[in-house]
């Protein structure tokens, strides 16, 4: 019976966070994008092809909802940018994956440029995302060279 509570208590659970996640005021779309990428590369059910087919439908359903009705090539490549680069700080993992989703949405496929654009910032954001080493000066890409005697 104990057990039985619990398992509803945490289903309850699980669909509030959601909702709170999806509906809360300061949550914008690319950050409930994030927190969706966030999850399914956490996700253990599921395998790492499975996982990255899920990041690359997440991303495109939320970019092509954010950009339908934008009629300006401008500001379509801006919302790709900046939902491209929530999803590579969520998940770095599938930064690959992201950048070939992104580039081939029909929208953004033909503007001139857009697809180096969203390749940078996509590794800006990973590069950014990645936890630094205090120890030598905070850089993961910073080379240490010890001295030879």
């Known amino acids: 019976m104990l057990s039985t509570f619990y398992r509803v208590l945490l289903v309850v659970l699980a669909i509030g966070v959601n909702w709170l996640t999806a509906f809360a005021g300061e949550a914008s779309p690319e950050t409930v994008l994030a927190a969706k990428v966030?999850?399914?590369?956490?996700?253990?059910?599921?395998s790492r092809d499975e996982q990255g087919k899920a990041v690359a439908v997440a991303v495109r359903a939320a970019i092509g909802a954010a950009i339908e009705g934008i009629s300006s090539d401008d500001q379509i490549v801006a919302v790709a940018l900046r939902f491209a680069a929530k999803a590579a700080a969520a998940?770095?993992?599938?930064?690959?994956?992201?950048?070939?989703?992104?580039?081939?949405?029909?929208?953004?496929?033909?503007?001139?440029?857009?697809?180096?654009?969203?390749?940078?910032?996509?590794?800006?954001?990973?590069k950014s995302a990645r936890p630094g080493n205090p120890e030598f000066g905070g850089d993961l890409d910073d080379v240490v060279v010890s001295p030879s005697r």
């Open 38 to 46: 966030r999850e399914i590369a956490g996700s253990a059910t599921l």
């Open 91 to 126: 998940a770095p993992q599938f930064s690959p994956v992201i950048v070939r989703v992104v580039s081939e949405i029909p929208a953004i496929a033909k503007v001139k440029g857009a697809v180096d654009k969203i390749a940078a910032a996509v590794r800006a954001a990973v």
